[in-house]
């Protein structure tokens, strides 16, 4: 009897002479998809140009203008007066400049301060709640409150606190504790000076406290172990294990904290309603006092482009240091 054997692909068609062979699919690439992403990039690119970059150009502008009350309803009647401004603001020997370099000085103490204790406290907590334990939790949660909050209703709830008569503060020192003789001025004088740091680092130390609990969820606890384990105390495991695991956290935490700080306009003109004593006369309100007190708006322009300035070349001097030791490093 005889037997028929077939080859294995006996039963698949062969393609007709002539006909195309078929190819897999490709993902059409039309003018819709390579518009994508800048159809999604749109939205952020408008909010730029309009919170940002137009009111920098703007501003620059103003600053070669000698625009005062008298020209502010017309730009365009408002004199060209060039580099004018700024040798007017930056002369030192001038009483503008003399103001303006005091500010100065005074801001940039009160940045370093600030950003200082900021970053002291966070780490401080930071560390203490590393480790799980009853109520760690609402602990957390309380330390972050006062980023939490909008900064207006914060810092007018300390000017309330910080006044002479009926502020808390001096109501627990002079009559419930009796540590002082009569109510101190906290918000004119040099206290203002110190009242104003303590408010800003009561804002910011949560921020690097969120930052740098962050920053310890990533080091492995078998480091700790080790080190405990060759003998390491507490201070040390600190400085050879936690500080060096928190360096990349701790290099953009500074800058920005310093940044803000050093830019920052709400707090002092909440506290003190917009005019700060000479003790606390921040950069920052300092421009706004020339620009909407005196109405001088050419000279506060070139004061503002003066600070961009300065905090581009801080910001760019930090950032070149730290990358070189880091390479030095590595």
């Known amino acids: 009897m005889a037997t028929s054997t077939t080859a294995p692909d006996a039963d698949r068609r062969e393609p007709r002479s002539g006909s195309p062979a078929r190819r897999p699919a490709r993902r059409p690439r039309g003018p819709r998809r390579s518009l994508l992403p800048y159809l999604l990039l749109a939205p952020a690119v408008v909010l730029e140009l309009a919170i940002h970059v137009i009111p920098m150009v703007v501003g620059v502008w103003m600053s070669l203008l000698e625009l005062t009350q008298f020209h502010i309803r017309d730009w365009s009647t408002a004199p060209f007066v060039g580099w004018e401004n700024y040798r007017a603001t930056l002369d030192l020997n001038s009483a503008a400049g003399k103001e303006l370099l005091h500010s100065f000085w005074v801001t940039l103490v009160y940045s370093v301060l600030s950003v200082g204790f900021a970053w002291l406290l966070g780490i401080s907590a930071a ?3 590393q480790r799980p334990f009853r109520g760690r939790a609402i ?33 627990v020192l002079v009559d419930q504790l009796g540590l002082l003789n009569e109510r101190p001025f906290w918000l004119i004088g040099d206290n203002s000076f110190w009242s104003l740091l303590v408010v800003s680092v009561w804002r910011n130390w949560p921020f690097a406290f969120l930052c740098l609990m962050a920053g310890l969820q990533n080091v492995p606890g078998e480091m700790y172990e080790a080190a405990a384990i060759d003998g390491a105390g507490f201070w040390r495991r600190l400085r050879s294990v936690t500080l060096p695991m928190l360096r990349p956290v701790n290099l953009v ?3 920005v904290l310093f940044l803000w700080t050093f830019n920052d306009f709400n707090t002092p003109f ?43 070349i801080v910001s760019a001097a930090y950032l070149l240091i730290t990358n070189r030791r880091r390479d030095d490093h590595a």
């Open 139 to 171: 602990l957390r949660a309380l330390f972050l409150t006062p980023y939490a909050l909008p900064v207006y209703a914060a810092v007018i709830t300390w000017s309330f606190l910080l006044q002479r008569d009926t502020g808390l503060v001096n109501h």
């Open 253 to 255: 935490l500074l800058l």
């Open 270 to 312: 909440v506290l003190f309603g917009g005019s700060a004593p000479e003790q606390a006369d921040l950069i920052s309100i300092h421009i706004y006092r020339s620009s909407f007190k005196t109405w001088d708006f050419g000279s506060g322009s070139a004061m503002s482009v003066a600070l961009l300035l300065f905090l581009l």
């Open 127 to 129: 560390v203490v709640l």
